[in-house]
């Protein structure tokens, strides 16, 4: 019957024009009557279809869009934003050389207020000397293993020989024997003189190497030039 309403409001006035025009007010009242009728029930009809829509619009806004139909059989949960945690940063670390064995040259550990002022003096002595041995050597073309040698002494026994006295506990370097009746103050001056006569051999027999040349031309020049007995001219 929901479905024919518009239906029936046409038969009412179909009803009513028939009625007026046959004069039978009697049946006015009947008609009036189903009116009535057919008029609440759309109203209720009309009334129901958007109570349903309403309803079903608040349920699929609460249902994650969910609209018309049947409501689900379980009760939704609004779910809650949480922040995403983020693991820390993890630190940085250089693998290829640890902090602790970065080599200090001999003239950083010369610069060590700990030093003593003689050993100092001694170590900054024998870089001096490396540094213009090396340049010397290499200038005349010398032999590998010399160079070799030099810079080994600048870059790994004078350096070593430092440490090793920065290594000694404090107010021992001069009271505590260690060996041959020396205090670790008196060994490594031993070996930073060792170091430094080094240095001097390997460029005494530099100097002898690079004097080769010299004499050589001189002794051609003597030979050419050089005055001989009974050669000077007579007047």
């Known amino acids: 019957m929901r479905r024919y309403r518009q239906s029936w409001w046409l038969v009412v006035v179909a009803m009513w024009v028939?009625?007026?025009?046959?004069h039978l007010p009697e049946f006015f009242a009947v008609v009036i009557v189903l009116a009535m009728l057919v008029g609440s029930g759309v109203f209720r009809a009309r009334?129901?279809?958007?109570?349903?829509?309403?309803?079903?619009?608040?349920?699929?806004?609460?249902?994650?869009g969910y609209v018309g139909g049947p409501s689900p059989d379980y009760d939704y949960v609004e779910p809650v934003w949480q922040p995403q945690q983020q693991d820390p940063p993890r630190p940085v670390v250089d693998l290829t050389k640890p902090a602790s064995t970065v080599a200090r040259s001999l003239a950083e550990?010369?610069?060590?207020?700990?030093?003593p002022q003689d050993l100092r003096e001694q170590a900054l002595r024998l870089d001096e000397r490396c540094g213009e041995a090396s340049t010397y050597l290499g200038e005349r073309n010398a032999d590998a293993a010399e160079v070799f040698e030099i810079d080994q002494i600048r870059s790994d026994f004078g350096p070593e020989a430092l440490k090793s006295f920065l290594a000694?506990?404090?107010?021992?370097?001069?009271?505590?024997?260690l060996a041959d009746g020396k205090t670790g103050h008196q060994l490594v001056t031993d070996e930073l003189d060792l170091l430094l006569r080094a240095v001097s051999e390997r460029m005494t027999h530099a100097g002898r190497l690079g004097s080769e040349p010299l004499l050589a031309n001189h002794r051609f020049l003597q030979e050419k030039f050089g005055r001989r007995h009974g050669d000077d001219l007579q007047l």
């Open 18 to 22: 028939i009625f007026g025009a046959l």
């Open 47 to 64: 009334g129901g279809r958007i109570g349903h829509h309403n309803r079903s619009h608040v349920h699929g806004r609460g249902h994650g």
């Open 109 to 115: 550990l010369a610069a060590d207020p700990r030093l």
């Open 168 to 177: 000694l506990a404090p107010g021992t370097a001069d009271t505590t024997v």
